[in-house]
Nanobody
Framework: QVQLVESGGGLVQAGGSLRLSCAAS????????MGWFRQAPGKEREFVAG????????YYSNSVRGRFTISRDNAKNTVYLQMNSLKPEDTAVYYC?????????????????WGQGTQVTVSS
């Protein structure tokens, strides 16, 4: 079992930045690709970013590419999402997830473990 706990969410003005963290416990995440997803009220959960087991390959949705950066520190069993130039449409609950594969998936149903989520609110 892998337990995931997100932190770092909050309220920020448009144009600001936040850094989300996802701390894992129970097992090392070095053999898991990791993803960040988000879900706004009334909308489906959507893929935001993903990172391979080594961290050498990253993937982003078109809506965040160039503004968000996913990274991981396997020694610390932690994954990060640096979010810059935030927009009101980025407002959502952000979740991290782990999949037992070397590369992440853009499909939420393929992930094995999920965190409880952290709220990000961007004011205009």
């Amino acid at each position: 079992q892998v337990q995931l706990v997100e932190s770092g969410g909050g309220l920020v003005q448009a144009g600001g930045s936040l850094r989300l963290s996802c701390a894992a416990s129970g097992r090392t995440i070095s053999s898991y690709a990791m993803g960040w997803f988000r879900q706004a009220p009334g909308k489906e959960r959507e893929f935001v970013a993903g990172i391979s087991t080594s961290g050498g390959t990253t993937y982003y949705s078109n809506s965040v590419r160039g503004r968000f950066t996913i990274s991981r520190d396997n020694a610390k069993n932690t994954v990060y999402l640096q979010m810059n130039s935030l927009k009101p449409e980025d407002t959502a609950v952000y979740y991290c997830a782990a999949v037992r594969n070397w590369q992440p998936s853009r499909h939420h149903y393929e992930y094995d473990y999920w965190g409880q989520g952290t709220q990000v609110t961007v004011s205009s």
